[in-house]
């Protein structure tokens, strides 16, 4: 059965390109909701109007697509500003 821990692990394969470490050691990944049919993911990017946004939420919507057992996924980007006390304090940054 797909749950979040699965999902948030999933994720830490879909590397921002231009920082070299993941969406999820970034803690891009703001929230992951599992309904009956469907997958949401919502995410922030590390910069407004970053040129990546396109690459990086295809990449998270094909990765969790690749895990989600049928479920419908949508990822959508949030309004709000990234900072870098987000990064994950299991990497040196």
């Known amino acids: 059965m797909i ?3 699965k999902i948030r692990e999933a994720l830490k394969e879909v590397m921002d390109p231009e920082i070299g470490m993941s969406v999820i050691d970034l ?3 703001k929230s992951v909701t599992i309904n ?3 997958i949401d993911v919502k995410m922030v990017l590390t910069t407004p109007g970053c040129p990546l946004m396109g690459y990086l939420t295809n990449e ?3 990765k969790v697509e690749s ?3 049928g479920k419908k996924v949508s990822v959508s980007c949030l309004n709000e500003k990234w900072t870098p006390p987000w ?3 299991s990497n040196d940054v």
């Open 3 to 5: 749950d979040e821990v």
């Open 27 to 29: 803690n891009m990944i």
């Open 36 to 38: 009956e049919n469907e």
């Open 60 to 62: 998270v919507k094909e």
């Open 67 to 69: 895990i989600s057992e």
């Open 87 to 89: 990064v994950s304090q």
